[in-house]
């Protein structure tokens, strides 16, 4: 049986830190406020030439050299961003054009902080129907050209970053078992930019309406962890690792908790990255890899959640 398996990992993350005592410079917070509700201690802001291509292209890079591919080795590039550098082209031909790769294609994809997840679920289809061999899936976000820096309620929540990772047609049975992919689009209005090409002519910043978005997030995790698990016949305690979307802490443990796994068994990085939107899963993946922190046979669960809203999950057998 073919499967998509993750064969290497990258990511990248600007080296500017800023801490939420630096924030409190800024705006009326301080650093227990935002440790308490949301478990973020810092968080990773691009300078001058750090653009989302910019950042997927390291990403890319190392996942590339980590595989032992070339860049042309690629069928696929599939970047989940919601800022990326221009309106067009997309961040995925700007990395293609920064790789060298003369073949080949890419294209960007739109689902906000689930822009990782959504694009694992359209690799591992096109690797499974045999369409594809290998993908490049980015996620890479500048989230910090989109807040408010006014706005204390969204501008201390939010990370720049890229992570990647590259699938490859494999057989066995280490690799994506399943993915599930959601969205509600009755609920545009809780989470959304200010702003757009099409009607402001501006991009906008974050507009979140925080307790509706946690009460919704907390929700569909419990169904990604449902229905995965359900219709692959296994049991919440077969789950190894929780590699979640980093946003806010206080979810990432209400999943934990339905999971019956123990803190170590969680990879924790909104401490120290914030939220990176579509980029927080892959670097997350990436952070835990470089430790060696996953063994074959491993089952890890992916789950994000986002503006839209959308969610979705995978479960990867590692
Ligand atoms: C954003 C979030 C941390 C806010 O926490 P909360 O407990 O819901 O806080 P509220 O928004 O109700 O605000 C409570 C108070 O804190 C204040 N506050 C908001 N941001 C603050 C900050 N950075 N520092 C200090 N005080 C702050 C508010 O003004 C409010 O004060 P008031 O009661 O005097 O009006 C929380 O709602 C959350 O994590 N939501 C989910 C976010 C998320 O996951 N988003 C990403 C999805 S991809």
């Not at 689930?114 to 980015?138: H, N, P, Q, W």
């Amino acid at each position: 049986m073919v499967r998509a398996k993750i064969i290497s990992t990258g990511g990248y993350l600007p080296a500017k830190r800023v801490t939420n005592d630096d924030l409190s410079k800024i705006v009326d917070t301080s650093d227990e406020w935002i440790y308490e509700r949301t478990g973020i201690r810092a968080r990773h802001m691009a300078e001058g030439q750090e653009t989302t291509s910019y950042m997927a292209t390291q990403a890319a890079k190392q996942a590339i050299e980590r595989a032992g591919l070339t860049p042309n080795d690629i069928d696929l590039i599939i970047v989940g961003t919601a800022t990326p550098d221009s309106s067009f082209p997309g961040v995925s031909t700007q990395v293609q054009g920064a790789l060298g790769m003369t073949r080949g294609a890419g294209f960007d994809l739109q689902a906000a902080c689930s822009g990782f997840v959504y694009g694992l679920k359209l690799a591992d289809t096109l690797i499974r129907s045999g369409s594809e061999k290998t993908i490049l899936v980015i996620g890479a976000e500048r989230f910090t050209h989109m807040v408010d820096w006014t706005d204390r309620s969204t501008c201390v929540l939010f990370g720049d970053g890229a992570g990647a990772v590259i699938l490859q047609a494999s057989e066995g049975d280490s690799g994506i078992l399943d993915t599930a992919i959601y969205s509600d689009g009755s609920k545009n209005d809780l989470l959304y930019a200010s702003g757009g090409i099409a009607t402001t002519k501006t991009v906008g910043t974050v507009v979140m309406h925080g307790r509706e978005v946690f009460k919704h997030a907390t929700r569909a995790m419990a169904q990604i962890v449902d229905d995965l698990l359900s219709r692959n016949n296994l049991a919440r305690t077969d789950v190894t690792w929780l590699v979640p979307h980093q946003a806010n802490k206080r979810i990432i443990d209400a999943t934990a908790k339905m999971l019956e796994l123990p803190a170590d068994k969680v990879v924790l990085t909104v401490q120290e990255h914030a939220n990176t939107s579509a980029a927080s899963i892959p670097l997350a993946l990436n952070f835990a890899a470089e430790k060696g922190t996953f063994k074959a046979g491993d089952l890890l669960l992916f789950e994000a959640f986002g503006a839209g809203f959308t969610w979705g999950g995978a479960l990867v057998r590692w």
